[in-house]
């Protein structure tokens, strides 16, 4: 993050994301992107209009200030030279109240247009939304409008308009004014017309509407009281956005309660307008400002700034940095911190500066009673009200979206409206102690900010060297055509029930599967992964209730034991072993290889995220850079704005659901039941390395036994993928498919459930593994490494979904969530298979070694791993919490234990303990 980035963030970030904010609303009530630029357009001129008013206000003082002492300066510049003229100017300068710097009074109209153009520019320049889409004779708004064509010369016209009409309004404009005015004015005409010309069109027809604009409020200037004229005006449109909202039928509330809200939002400067007059009725004496009325607002937007920008961003990526820190490129989250802090410095501290410094005496009060006014209720707001919205993913998306009932809105409104007005109370009684509390608060704020900063990058510190390590190599999975080859792959939370359904949809799986023996009837120790890939590992040695009778060790010594176990054996037993992704190695959200370093042997790779492209990233890291920032205003916002500003994880963000080369990467939201638009960045992390397993198999010749043991969470990224592939889309449309395969899920009279959307995505991530894998085992097929591999298939665990009537419990538990995938391929075979024998995922250490490796007994233990006697009789599963930071000590935390007997689909066999 370098000076410019940060300069960046400071003065053009909060514009871009407020045109993004502005042009996303829009677009959602009006559904064409040419109107959403139009009224893009319209709000913002209406919400800077008092910025250029008073801009415009400066220059005719500034000019006024000129034309008033030019004919003495003109006398003292002929009467003297040199030194002695610049003394005598700058004593009359000092007499008449001038400084050298007023002359910049006449550039501010400019200097505030160049930084909103920048934002415009960069914002429409790149809108993918507009690729394609025409509006009116413009057949693209994403690209230059060629309306004359002429032979093979196109001419471009919405510049050339643009420009005739910034001509017209700086001749009203200027009229009356200095030569230099003029040719500095017509000179920026000119390079505006040089700079769009060949810019996509949508940007210009949006400068073009703001040249209108200008035009419009040029001619109003000539008018008598033309603020009051623009505010009518805008009230009139407000009345327009209320009596729609009032009268039109929408599909939900909130949409109704927006546009009405937007109505009563234009009527502000109305309202304004009558108490300004009102007030210079009443009181003709000057408002002045003193230097603590400055501090009072600055210590308020500092304070603003420090809370939304530092110490709430920095307050998410504290409580698991590793979930920010991208497995294929390096960087620390401290800049993801450090980059809201910039939007919100820029946000709170520069623009509300800005438009502090050009308000008259008047306003500058009102928003130092606004900005104190403002720091306690987003305070309240953000201590008291959305604090259990449940968990929050690295993608800044909650699990179930925020959703508040009419009371819990109108309790929020009632508590921030009595606070406020204690707040006014307090500030009309002593501002100086408004003043203290929040510079006391801003500093207060800082020192929580800086010691997350200071956590985070404790914690990433070690994730450093172990990417940089494991992105040195790519991951090669070596096969022998001449030696056995073991393969062990666990999908996480992968639904071993869904394999009857997924072949029936898929029939050429079966022989893509060919050799697989399918156990209906699997159990695993627990439903998360902390108590499931133990006993999967390690054996029954590992199951929870022989852990927790280890007391005297920690959890995660037995957790990294149980994940050695079968590549130290088959590395002592000359196999060349392959470890890709162990889950929770030493507790650590990225995999901790280290565990191996005893036996260097032992080859470990690290693959999720791997295989993601740059371009990917690339959007993630705007994603970041941009909800942060945006994640903090909705924390801190009245709970009747939070679920607009939350809009379903997209925080308002107009790219999210373009198809094009926009930020859709990230999460997917779902529209409808079988619709969705974006793309879970977490599903392609994981989803690309199965994509990818026959690019990284390496086939050797040697006469060598290998050994791979990898995990990945295909299964557990949980996303809608179009149909009939099964693929990832950054749009996603399965209405016509599901409505013409709706039977798919209904085999010998047992239908699962296809419902929820839950259910709908879990069923479609284990689909896409399965097919996935079945183009690999093609090629295993085809390279002649198929027949001599045993390849299982086990997942830790399965998931509440409630999918299958007939397997919920007498005290209501879902067997789905104990029911985990198991697929077993043994040497030679070619037939598919399915088996009700009673299995646990614990038996994979004894299938893993059955016939290969005499007498096979844990390195560790010395147990007999082909011993699985343990698995008749009672069985008990824990229900553990599985947060590894939490959950960590020398046994597990439980939550509850169950038992069961040797059959799962027996409900008399399920008891709770």
């Known amino acids: 993050m370098n000076i410019l980035t940060i300069l960046h963030s400071l003065i053009i970030g909060p514009l871009k994301l407020f045109f993004d904010v502005i042009f996303s609303v829009a677009n959602r009530f009006l559904h064409h992107p040419g109107l959403s630029i139009i009224f893009l357009s319209l709000a913002m001129n209406f919400l800077v209009l008092p910025l250029y008013m008073r801009a415009d206000a400066l220059q005719e003082e500034e000019k006024e200030m000129e034309a008033k002492m030019k004919p003495r300066v003109n006398q003292i510049k002929a009467a003297f030279k040199g030194d002695e003229r610049f003394m005598i100017l700058q004593t009359y300068y000092r007499q008449v109240g001038y400084k050298q710097t007023d002359a910049l009074k006449g550039s501010v109209s400019l200097l505030l247009e160049i930084p909103f153009f920048i934002a415009a520019y960069q914002f429409l320049s790149n809108l993918s939304i507009l690729q394609g889409v025409s509006f009116g004779p413009i057949l693209d708004l994403g690209q230059p409008d060629a309306l004359i064509t002429i032979g093979s010369l196109t001419i471009n016209i919405l510049p050339i308009l643009m420009t005739v009409i910034n001509f017209v309004s700086a001749a009203i404009y200027t009229k009356g004014s200095p030569l230099k005015n003029k040719i500095q004015i017509y000179g920026i005409a000119v390079i505006f017309l040089v700079l769009l010309y060949q810019s996509p069109s949508g940007l210009v027809f949006y400068w073009t509407l703001n040249n209108v604009f200008s035009l419009v409020k040029n001619i109003f200037y000539k008018l008598k009281h033309p603020g009051r004229v623009l505010a009518v005006l805008a009230s009139i449109c407000g009345l327009a956005l209320l009596v729609f909202g009032i009268i039109k039928a929408f599909p939900t509330p909130k949409k109704k309660v927006f546009l009405i809200l937007l109505g009563l939002a234009f009527q502000i400067p109305l309202v304004l307008q009558f108490i300004n007059r009102h007030k210079e009725k009443k009181d003709e004496k000057a408002v002045t400002i003193t230097r603590q009325d400055k501090w009072i607002f600055f210590a308020g937007c500092i304070y603003l700034a420090i809370f939304v920008g530092l110490t709430i961003s920095s307050g998410v990526i504290s409580a698991s940095p590793a979930e920010f820190v991208n497995l294929s490129a390096f960087k620390n989250p401290i800049w993801y911190a450090a980059n809201s802090t910039a939007m919100a410095v820029g946000t709170f501290v520069v ?423 079945g183009n690999w085992f093609d090629y295993l097929k085809a390279n002649g490494v198929y027949d001599n591999t045993r390849i299982i298939l086990v997942s830790d665990h399965g998931f509440e979904l ?106 008399n066999n399920w008891c709770k303990e």
């Open 351 to 773: 623009w509300f500066g800005i438009f502090y410094a050009l308000a008259g005496n008047r306003l500058k009060k009102i928003m130092q009673a606004a900005i104190w006014i403002l720091v306690v209720t987003c305070t309240v707001n953000y201590l008291f009200f959305g604090t259990k919205l449940g968990s929050l993913r690295n993608t800044l998306m909650f699990d179930v979206r925020p959703d508040y009932t009419f009371k819990q809105q109108m309790v929020n409104l009632v508590v921030i409206c009595a606070v406020g007005a204690v707040a006014y109370l307090l500030y009309r009684w002593k501002s100086n102690i408004a003043q203290t509390v929040m510079f006391i608060g801003a500093a207060a704020m800082l020192i929580m900010g800086v010691y997350n900063i200071i956590r985070i990058d404790k914690e990433v510190a070690p994730l450093r060297s172990r990417i940089e390590v494991s992105n040195q190599d790519i991951a090669q999975i070596p096969l022998s055509r001449d030696g056995k080859n073991v393969i062990v792959m666990m999908l996480d939370r992968a639904i071993g029930q869904y394999i009857p359904y997924i072949m029936n949809e898929k029939p050429e799986l079966k022989e893509k599967f060919s050799g697989f023996t399918y156990y209906a009837n699997t159990m695993s120790y627990g439903g998360a992964t902390n108590v499931g890939a133990p006993p999967l590992f390690g054996g029954y040695e590992y199951t929870p209730k022989n852990m927790n009778a280890r007391s005297d060790e920690p959890l995660v010594e037995k957790h990294n034991e149980a994940l050695r176990v079968m590549p130290v054996l088959f590395d002592e037993n000359g196999y060349e072993v392959t470890v890709c992704d162990p889950p929770y190695a030493n507790y650590d959200w990225v995999p901790d290889l280290t565990i191996y370093d005893d036996h260097p042997d032992i080859h470990t790779y690290i693959t999720g995220g791997k295989f993601i492209s740059i371009s990917s990233l690339e959007q993630m890291e705007q994603l970041y850079r941009r909800n942060f920032f945006c994640y903090g205003i909705f924390k801190v916002a009245p709970v009747i704005f939070q679920e607009a500003l939350y809009n379903y994880g997209t925080y308002n963000n107009s790219e999210f659901f373009s198809t094009g080369k926009g930020g859709s990467i990230g999460e997917q939201i779902m529209t409808s039941k079988y619709t969705a638009g974006g793309l879970s960045s977490l599903f392609l992390e994981s989803y690309s390395v199965l994509e990818n397993l026959t690019n990284i198999t390496v086939i050797t010749e040697k006469a060598e036994n290998t050994f791979l043991m990898i995990s990945n969470d295909t299964t557990h990224s949980q996303t809608l993928l179009q149909t009939p592939d099964y693929v990832p889309e950054s749009s996603v449309d399965n209405t016509e498919y599901e409505e013409e395969h709706a039977d798919r899920f209904m085999i010998d009279g047992r239908t699962f459930l296809y419902e929820t959307d839950d259910q709908i995505m879990h069923y479609h991530v284990n689909m896409a593994a399965m097919l996935q894998l």
């Open 802 to 907: 409630r999918q299958f009537p007939d397997l919920i419990t007498d005290f209501g538990e879902d067997v789905l969530h104990f029911a985990p995938l198991l697929l077993v391929k043994n040497f030679g075979n070619r037939e598919f298979t399915i088996s009700y024998d009673f299995m646990t995922n614990g038996d994979v250490p004894a299938l893993a070694t059955e016939g290969i490796i005499m007498n096979p007994v844990n390195p560790f233990t010395g147990k007999d791993l082909q011993d699985t006697s343990a698995k008749n009789g009672k069985q008990i599963i824990a229900i553990s919490d599985w947060h590894t930071d939490i959950n960590n000590g020398n046994t597990f935390i439980d939550k509850g234990w169950i038992s069961v007997h040797d059959n799962i689909y027996d409900m």
